[in-house]
């Protein structure tokens, strides 16, 4: 490798004729991504872009570039965005701000949302055999990882819940695919909800598209009025 | 935990005394029933799918009499399940009917069996969700972006009709603003009579209304609202006894004077030499 | 070049003996600056550094590595921070177009202008019976619908007024004459049908060829300053 006073950072005027001068595109690709707070999606990548530059191979090879690196570039939820590698969380235990501590309810809670999207809080309990208490679910939605996402067309009509890109982001998750241990829970059919386990193998889908017995939330649906045990069947009937 | 004492094999409670301290089991750190029937089932260190479920049953219920018999404060969750893996027991036990009502005991406890799997499946996918690398915790976002600076570009909007409607508004408000100022003032009857009013606390003497009158007449042209408006409110000031009005002729300058305090007879004449 | 297809990412088991593998403290350092959310200097870094790393070599071999990125390794006041480079910071602004609703004194000021043209400030404030403010005029010169076309020939020779090719296209007029006259207007309700005698609304034209008692703008006419309170003796007469 050379020498550090070999490689003095050259003049500006020398770098367009630099041999080692990277492509323009991955140069700008990197500022956008390195500057950004939010991962950003192609579509807005591209629209910053030049004309003609290919952002997809222009991604995969910064992706390529970084790989090595300390940061990486990773995908989430279809969104490119850098991140410390993982490896190295052991030199950035200083940078922790405080990580909210889930209870055992909200994890479990968290994951079965997580596997068995779109799911009714009654499903919910119905797999942990357990009412859910509203300050659980309160908690869960404050983290920004689930989300209300419609209504189930069965009597009662209760909210489904699926999870968020947040989510996502914060297991480093770049599809809900990728949810450790789904293909084997896939393939014991435990992720079916009724009983006994049917023929069928259901996968989880974040898929913001609502399924077919999903009713869209209405625009007038007060979330936080939903969520009060007064409208909750489940905890009406007192403590 | 308590299921340490509790034998499986015969389904009864280990030989125990009331009161042990082994007994005094926190049910609430249990989630429930279902939560309490996998830590038993998990006793019997065998594949969940071939759990014995009447061992479980067996357990439970064992479990549950166990905390009674301590007085232990039990939620109405674990006594229905209690009630229902009685019945269950009993049907595993007893041959089946010819003609099943419903599910068959043995679907019935494939069922529970399968629950119990499912619940240890996903405790086991959340320790394996919560264990993988988070977020701000074990890699990190960029801790400083840049500000991304914005470029505002107002987009203006406004209709066809919010042009036409304001320019009609405006040439019609001018001109009949226009009409309005080309109105003749009016003195007011009520204008007048205060006028005449101060006039006529001071007017000891005959005076001639006509002079008092001009003095208020700045604009020519309202010299006939005047007139008029003074003439009528004089005449409602002697019908009222508080002046007296005087002319010679018609035509004639009028002249006024504060009503006398006693009144003892005609007037006399204003001097009209005098003035 | 190696295709992309060969650039995959490696497993992370191939890391240590990946030939391409960075020094590890390279990695580190840049995985620190990058996540710490304020730039960092020498004494921080060495203190969160593996014993025995050279700080200060390392930040230079990393400064050079980032020299000819989009992002680079700059010190700013002795601390280290990674910043957009310098010849990219036209990335680090967002055009936005925000949708606003004109006044309704520019709504009736571009009234006047558009039946009135060409007409000057005078001319409108005394259509419209009161005193314009400056800032009318600029928002309606900002949104492209009139432009000063020439200058009255009159003493202080105020500036005459016209709308514009846009101002058609906004109002989805095809010519300026499209715009509704006395009796359209009078049919629509827009007017009273008892104005008096007399009342006109003047055939609109935005021909832009200069009428007889206008003169045509000087090369050097700065419009910005003309449109100010202090050249324009519209306003001098106070508020």
């Given at each position: 490798?050379?020498?550090?006073?070999?490689?003095?950072?050259?003049?500006?005027?020398?770098?367009?004729?630099?041999?080692?001068?990277?492509?323009?595109?991955?140069?700008?690709l990197e500022a956008l991504l390195f500057a950004s707070t939010e991962p950003l999606d192609l579509?807005t990548l591209?629209?910053?872009?030049?004309?003609?530059?290919?952002v997809?191979?222009?991604l995969?090879?910064l992706q390529?570039?970084y790989?090595?690196r300390?940061v990486n570039l990773v995908r989430v939820a279809n969104k490119w965005t850098f991140r410390t590698a993982t490896?190295?969380?052991?030199?950035?235990?200083?940078?922790?701000?405080?990580?909210?501590?889930?209870?055992?309810?909200?994890?479990?809670?968290?994951?079965?949302?997580?596997?068995?999207?779109?799911?009714?809080?009654?499903?919910?309990?119905?797999?942990?055999?357990?009412?859910?208490?509203?300050?659980?679910?309160?908690?869960?939605?404050?983290?920004?990882?689930?989300?209300?996402?419609?209504?189930?067309?069965?009597?009662?009509?209760?909210?489904?819940?699926?999870?968020?890109e947040a989510?996502l982001s914060q297991f480093g998750l770049e599809v809900?695919?990728?949810?450790?241990?789904?293909?084997?829970?896939?393939?014991?059919?435990?992720?079916?909800?009724?009983?006994?386990?049917?023929?069928?193998?259901?996968?989880?889908?974040?898929?913001?598209?609502?399924?077919?017995?999903?009713?869209?939330?209405?625009?007038?649906?007060?979330?936080?009025?939903?969520?009060?045990?007064?409208?909750?069947?489940?905890?009406?009937?007192?403590? | 935990?308590?299921?340490?004492?509790?034998?499986?094999?015969?389904?009864?409670?280990?030989?125990?005394?009331?009161?042990?301290?082994?007994?005094?089991?926190?049910?609430?750190?249990?989630?429930?029933?279902?939560?309490?029937?996998?830590?038993?089932?998990?006793?019997?260190?065998?594949?969940?799918?071939?759990?014995?479920?009447?061992?479980?049953?067996?357990?439970?219920?064992?479990?549950?009499?166990?905390?009674?018999?301590?007085?232990?404060?039990?939620?109405?969750?674990?006594?229905?399940?209690?009630?229902?893996?009685?019945?269950?027991?009993?049907?595993?036990?007893?041959?089946?009917?010819?003609?099943?009502?419903?599910?068959?005991?043995?679907?019935?406890?494939?069922?529970?069996?399968?629950?119990?799997?499912?619940?240890?499946?996903?405790?086991?996918?959340?320790?394996?969700?919560?264990?993988?690398p988070?977020l701000q915790?074990?890699f990190f976002s960029r801790g400083d972006p840049e500000?991304?600076?914005?470029?505002?570009?107002?987009?203006?909007?406004?209709?066809?009709?919010?042009?036409?409607?304001?320019?009609?508004?405006?040439?019609?408000?001018?001109?009949?603003?226009?009409?309005?100022?080309?109105?003749?003032?009016?003195?007011?009857?009520?204008?007048?009579?205060?006028?005449?009013?101060?006039?006529?606390?001071?007017?000891?003497?005959?005076?001639?209304?006509?002079?008092?009158?001009?003095?208020?007449?700045?604009?020519?042209?309202?010299?006939?609202?005047?007139?008029?408006?003074?003439?009528?409110?004089?005449?409602?000031?002697?019908?009222?006894?508080?002046?007296?009005?005087?002319?010679?002729?018609?035509?004639?300058?009028?002249?006024?004077?504060?009503?006398?305090?006693?009144?003892?007879?005609?007037?006399?004449?204003?001097?009209?030499?005098?003035?």
């Open positions: 490798m050379a020498s550090l006073a070999e490689k003095r950072l050259p003049d500006p005027e020398d770098r367009p004729v630099d041999p080692q001068a990277r492509p323009e595109e991955l140069r700008l579509a591209a629209k910053r872009m030049p004309e003609g530059v290919d997809k191979v222009a995969a090879q390529a570039d790989a090595l300390g490896d190295l969380s052991w030199l950035m235990t200083r940078e922790i701000t405080e990580t909210r501590r889930l209870s055992r309810a909200a994890i479990e809670m968290l994951a079965i949302i997580a596997y068995h999207q779109p799911v009714t809080r009654a499903e919910i309990e119905e797999i942990r055999g357990v009412v859910t208490s509203k300050g659980t679910l309160d908690v869960l939605m404050e983290t920004g990882w689930i989300r209300p996402r419609g209504r189930r067309k069965t009597p009662g009509r209760p909210l489904t819940f699926g999870t968020t989510f809900l695919g990728d949810l450790p241990g789904l293909e084997e829970l896939k393939g014991t059919g435990l992720l079916d909800s009724r009983l006994p386990t049917g023929f069928s193998v259901p996968a989880p889908s974040d898929d913001p598209t609502l399924r077919e017995d999903e009713d869209p939330l209405e625009a007038d649906d007060n979330l936080e009025l939903l969520l009060t045990p007064a409208a909750d069947p489940d905890t009406s009937q007192g403590s | 935990m308590s299921a340490e004492i509790l034998s499986f094999e015969t389904g009864q409670p280990a030989e125990l005394a009331v009161g042990e301290p082994a007994l005094v089991v926190d049910v609430e750190g249990y989630e429930g029933p279902l939560d309490l029937l996998l830590a038993l089932a998990r006793q019997q260190k065998v594949d969940l799918a071939r759990i014995s479920i009447l061992a479980l049953a067996d357990q439970y219920l064992a479990f549950i009499e166990a905390a009674q018999k301590i007085r232990l404060e039990l939620a109405a969750d674990y006594l229905v399940m209690a009630a229902w893996l009685a019945f269950l027991k009993s049907r595993l036990l007893l041959p089946e009917p010819a003609t099943p009502d419903g599910p068959s005991a043995e679907e019935m406890a494939t069922a529970l069996a399968n629950r119990l799997r499912r619940l240890e499946a996903i405790r086991e996918a959340s320790n394996r969700l919560m264990n993988r988070q915790r074990d500000i991304i600076a914005e470029i505002k570009h107002p987009k203006f909007t406004a209709t066809l009709f919010d042009l036409l409607t304001a320019y009609a508004a405006q040439r019609q408000q001018r001109v009949l603003a226009t009409v309005h100022l080309a109105k003749r003032t009016v003195w007011s009857l009520a204008e007048a009579r205060a006028s005449l009013e101060r006039l006529v606390g001071i007017a000891e003497e005959w005076s001639c209304l006509d002079q008092y009158l001009m003095s208020y007449v700045v604009d020519p042209s309202q010299k006939a609202t005047v007139f008029a408006s003074s003439f009528a409110a004089a005449l409602e000031l002697v019908r009222e006894g508080q002046m007296e009005l005087n002319q010679k002729e018609a035509f004639a300058p009028l002249y006024f004077r504060k009503r006398p305090p006693s009144v003892t007879g005609a007037a006399p004449a204003p001097d009209l030499s005098v003035k």
